[in-house]
């Protein structure tokens, strides 16, 4: 099976480990009970603690399979693979939107980790290729369902795999 380079942070090859390992280690061993106390009950044709639980087992054998795929295509992150001025994978990002004048701030990360709810966005979403290569000063547009959207690159810094990005001010127009 061809699989796809997945690129983390350190931090996000820890957290796929430690979830891969949480997955063997503890949920494995329960649904493994919850099946032998449901197999217990007798007929397993009418059984849907049984059934509930195989299913359960099917969920966390898939998901370690993925996460086992994941880690073996896995490249770390190295940032000073990048510009230190340019927005590159690993870095947050401070753009300005130029039509109300909001500011946020993007950590860029693979795809595995990126969770727009923490402000941490995907390499390979429209922002994120945006800005990719863009220095402090520069203008990317970025097309989106509701249109193009135009942000000014503010500030640039290498993160190193620091918290999650947030948004930072919110100007009045």
Sequence with gaps: MNEKEIILTAEGLEKLQNELDELKTVHRKEVNDRIRQAKEYGDLSENA????????????????????AMIRGARILDESEYAADEAHLGATVKVKDLKNNDSYEFHIVGSAEADPKLQRISNESPLGRALI????GETVDVTTPRGVVKYKIEAIKSSGGAAPAKKTTKKAS
Excluded at 49 to 57: I, L, M, T
Excluded at 133 to 136: A, I, L, R, V
């Design 133 to 136: 290569g863009h220095k402090k």
């Design 49 to 68: 603690e049984y059934e509930d639980a195989k299913q359960e087992q099917a969920f966390i054998e898939g998901r370690i399979l993925k996460l086992e």
